[in-house]
């Protein structure tokens, strides 16, 4: 089986990593990390790199005027 893991928000990245270790312990191979709103300054897309799941996110702070 094949899934991509969506969350609505990420901050550090560890729900996604969490959850890749426990579907591929299952056999499921996880093809893409979806984030509707990505608060992580780049932590989960890089967490999820190191995994080999590519990562997207709908919105960044900065598309929200936001700047860290």
Not at 21 to 36: F, K
Not at 38 to 56: K, M, T
């Amino acid at each position: 089986d094949k899934v991509a893991v969506v969350d609505d928000t990420t901050t550090t990245g560890s729900s996604f990593v969490q959850s890749i270790e426990v579907l591929r312990a299952e056999g499921i191979d996880v093809v893409q990390a979806l984030v509707v709103v990505d608060r992580s300054a780049g932590a989960a897309a890089q967490r999820c790199a190191q995994l080999g799941v590519p990562f997207r996110a709908v919105i960044v702070p900065a598309d929200l005027g936001i700047v860290e």
